[in-house]
């Protein structure tokens, strides 16, 4: 299997970003190649950044809030591009309530406090093998 291009990115104006970092950390300590973007990305910049590293996977922190727009955004912007395949997930503080919401917009999966990154890294990884077949 190749190795699994990621982009992390914290969209909007959030400040905080010590979880991307940790999970940017351990999804590199599980083989994979990270991109991160840091703060105060616009999904633009974000997608922008996908396709120009060939990311499989975007995956976005956000604390902010604006979950429901940047996803949404983000999504349209993917399609645009041509890379609507890929994978885009993320996490932070979203509301339960809201996941089914991101699940209509195209978000494959929703990670929040308490789910450890070998969870994160196991979703990837079933993601990318599904896909490759």
Do not use: C
């Amino acid at each position: 299997m190749d190795k699994i291009k990621v982009i992390i990115a914290k969209p909007g104006l959030d400040g905080h970003d010590r979880g991307a970092k940790v999970v940017a950390r351990g999804l590199v300590d599980a083989g994979m190649e990270v991109v991160y973007l840091g703060l105060r990305q616009t999904p633009e910049s974000i997608v922008n950044a996908a396709v120009e590293e060939d990311a499989d996977v975007i995956g976005l922190s956000i604390l902010s809030g604006a979950h429901l727009l940047n996803f949404k955004r983000v999504r349209e912007l993917m399609e645009q591009a041509g890379i609507g395949d890929r994978l885009l997930t993320g996490g932070g503080i979203i509301p339960r309530k809201d996941h089914q919401t991101l699940e209509t917009y195209g978000v494959d999966r929703i990670f929040g406090p308490g789910d450890g990154i070998d969870t994160i890294v196991a979703y990837i990884k079933q993601w990318k093998t599904t896909r490759n077949n």
